[in-house]
């Protein structure tokens, strides 16, 4: 039997160095390849910048390529190594042989694809997958449409974890009205992020402290999600009775 060698990802279509990994997404736990006309750069550039603030890597690739490295090679790299991909279907895109060869490659490696409607609607094969309205263009309404993905959704526990900032915890907490599915393993580690790190117990965004700014908390989505009693506690959440027994 041959071994995997341990620096190398491999995907059905290529084997993408570690350094390519690297150098394209750098450490992010979740990636995702914009593809777009030339015109719509700003755009995807602007996607791509969002996308951080949930440490999520974007991959534009007007910007992405260093100028001295091979761009086919390096689009290839990043087709074979993204977690899902995002079309900005603007007017023309299916005029372009680039836009429709990367969503051709989504589509082999059966990566989610979410599809914004700019001027173009989702035809062929795209045309089965999520579609957004030109009002949904921003990042929180894209990684919302990928929440359901548990790479996705371990990419958003772990910035809990690793969040630094009361402002930051606010951003990230836009997401929490697309936690619509949670696995044990997940469940457990969201209560933990939560309950062990002070700049998100102290967001607004998670603790519901102003519900009309920034929404009702964690708590309220977790009884939601699990149809159990969650409660805050000395700043902690904890689980209690079961909802059908709070008026026993």
Wanted: neutral net charge; hydrophobic residues 40%; charged residues 25%.
């Amino acid at each position: 039997m041959s071994k995997k060698n341990p620096d190398t990802t491999f995907t059905t279509e290529h084997q993408v160095p570690a350094d390519a990994i690297q150098r394209i997404w750098g450490d992010s736990k979740f990636r995702i390849f914009i593809t777009h006309l030339a015109k719509d750069k700003e755009l995807a550039e602007k996607l791509k910048t969002d996308f951080k603030d949930f440490g999520v890597a974007g991959f534009v690739a007007h910007t992405s390529i260093e100028p001295a490295l091979e761009w086919q090679s390096e689009i290839e790299f990043a087709l074979s190594s993204m977690d899902a991909l995002v079309a900005l279907m603007t007017d023309g895109f299916h005029e372009s042989r680039w836009t429709d060869q990367e969503i051709g490659f989504a589509l082999g490696r059966k990566v989610p694809i979410v599809s914004i409607r700019l001027g173009t609607d989702p035809y062929g094969f795209i045309g089965k997958y999520q579609a957004l309205p030109p009002s949904k263009s921003n990042s929180v309404d894209v990684l919302s449409a990928l929440m359901k993905e548990q790479k996705m959704l371990n990419c958003f526990i772990q910035k809990m974890e690793n969040c630094r900032s009361f402002n930051a915890g606010n951003r990230l907490a836009q997401l929490l009205p697309a936690l619509t599915t949670m696995p044990d393993w997940a469940l457990r580690r969201l209560i933990s992020a939560f309950n062990d790190n002070p700049q998100i117990i102290d967001s607004f965004g998670f603790s519901g402290k102003k519900v009309r700014e920034y929404g009702p908390g964690l708590v309220h989505y977790l009884r939601e999600l699990t149809g159990k009693k969650y409660e805050l506690k000395d700043g902690k959440i904890v689980e209690t009775k079961p909802w059908y027994s709070w008026n026993l």
